[in-house]
């Protein structure tokens, strides 16, 4: 219960008596019991959690914080009411649903105390990361590069799922020739081109990995995906603890500027990963928030040739006293 | 724009003269663009989609809707500010963040208008739902039962992908011996046992299937899973449009405690599908909603006995003057 008792310190000390968490993440980051439907966990001096019935045999044997079947709203504020708080913490996250059915004379206060607590890494936190970046380059590793990108993105998701993913990290990426432009397109039944941008990641013990590699093949492409990796060796060379997300987000932006793709990098530098595939922080122009020591960021400059073709490089650092890249794959992939 | 004229229609009966729309399936719904980051559709008489410069590309190409690149709350807010509202819509999905992000002296109002909408699908909906459900099928069809609960996930995901599924609907469900008693078990390297509980959906054209089957193995695990088959086949039989959702509910839910295990049915009898795999109507105890023509909903009683087994059958049905299954899959499969 160590977790709970810092969690409870930092609430002491922010005067939040209670919090109500919602987010899934959140749960399993505080009790160890991954919600597959409703739950709640109520973050006080005796925490509970209150599940849904279905759920309830999954949490008796995972959770550390002790049950209680969710009945009703109803029982809920009545609850909340007993505790006569002077604030009620509550996630940025919590739907305005919910909000209205809950709310009274406790006054809610949004708070990502949690969210900035799950930004600092345990070892254990770390490992899984390794794990779940290992798993997803092996898998890499193993494609065939002669299909189309359904198939190329059906076959890299297999391979994961078949070295021990739980799931895949998200919509994995494979846009090739002009779809490469658009940094998000998922996989159609078009036949592989060049540039070939692939964007994936796998999950070990719920945490998260991405990646992105770009295989490209005319000399033009080649000078743009250097543009991205200079970038990308720069911000990494600056990070250390005690400079801001956004300095770092600065830095990548600018030599894609000097270069002249300024208006081309049409994203943000990197963000957080860990219980969420993004989390905090953000990599980017407007994040104040100061890096640390066991933080785990991506690093993903990226240049998008509108109508054309674009590239982008993606790997996972973990801050120590520099940055160092968690990610064992060689930047530059031949086909 | 006959779903945009429609909705405003509705809108102007609900004296709502303008919404914000956050929810991705709501923006794509209405107009035909599914964002890949932080998208608002405002919808108003000349509606207007804010897109993410990283998505502007992709939108151009397949909303319906005229675009302009979100910048920042300051100027939604302004905006918001200019059209003088009465009221503004929201969705109930909203996060608490973002509402405390736009609040002003405009009068924000949860609504779920849009949802209602999609409940009552069009005759090209349903065709996708139907070859979201062929795909899942087909995949499941081809499956070996030779492994175990991991690989057995990876093979059918994989098979789904191949035929044409944009990804699964949901984490795949694969509960075998005694992890069967957990409706929401996620797959394990354990070895393949009996019962055999898959849950399983595909996604087409960004339209969800969702199906369960239940592969047993001695003649207790027959006599209860024939419970479940009474229950659903009553329930279905019942369904007519002005049905009420939570009487279907207790048609099921009556056929289980009837033969003694009215305490091991512990989540609700369906839910609608579309979008989301997950969405309105619930066909559950509390919810009122009057079923209609055109909705498509699953029916899906489940039997959890804690700590042995359990056993679950689902089928989605799309409603008319009754109602009738869209799976052709056997009830029973034979392993």
């Known amino acids: 219960m160590d977790r709970v008792n810092n969690i409870l310190d930092e609430m002491l000390k922010e005067e939040i008596p209670a919090m109500l968490l919602l987010q899934e993440e959140n749960i399993f980051y505080m009790s160890g019991f991954k919600p597959s439907g409703f739950s709640i966990l109520v973050l006080k001096d005796e925490p509970l959690l209150l599940v849904s019935k279905m759920d ?11 049950l209680q079947e969710f009945n009703s709203f109803k029982d809920l504020k009545n609850m909340l009411n007993e505790l006569k708080l002077s604030k009620l913490g509550i996630e940025e996250s919590m739907k305005i649903g919910f909000y209205n059915k809950i709310k009274n004379n406790y006054n809610m206060e949004v708070t990502d105390l949690i969210e900035r ?17 290992s798993i997803a380059e092996k898998s890499f590793n193993k494609l065939e590069f002669k299909k189309n990108e359904w198939e190329l993105a059906a076959e890299l998701e297999y391979l994961m799922r078949m070295n021990g993913s739980q799931k895949e990290a998200f919509e994995t990426i494979v846009a090739s020739g002009s779809r490469s432009s658009l940094p998000h397109a998922l996989p159609t039944s078009n036949k592989l081109e060049y540039p070939l941008l692939i964007d994936w990641g796998a999950v070990w013990d719920n945490y998260s990995s991405d990646c992105t590699r770009t295989i490209i093949e005319t000399e033009k492409q080649e000078e743009v995906l250097n543009i991205c990796l200079e970038a990308q060796k720069e911000a990494i060379k600056s990070i250390k603890p005690g400079i801001s997300a956004c300095e770092i987000d600065n830095i990548a932006r600018s030599v894609i ?49 509108e109508g054309e073709w674009g590239v982008r490089i993606e790997d996972i650092v973990l801050i120590k006293n520099k940055a160092g890249k968690l990610s064992k794959l060689p930047p530059v992939i031949n086909d």
Chains 1, 2 share one sequence.
Do not use: C, W
Request: no cysteine; proline share 4%; charged share 25%.
């Open 56 to 66: 309830s045999e999954e949490a008796n044997e995972t959770s550390r914080i002790p």
């Open 117 to 133: 607590s799950r930004m600092i890494k345990t070892s254990h936190e770390i490992n899984s990361i390794k794990k779940s970046i």
């Open 257 to 305: 500027k000097d270069y002249g793709y300024g208006d081309n990098f049409i994203h943000s530098t990197g963000h957080g990963v860990g219980l969420q595939v993004h989390e905090k922080p953000s990599i980017s122009s407007r994040e104040e928030i100061t890096l640390e020591k066991n933080m785990v960021i991506t690093i993903e400059p990226g240049i998008y040739l």
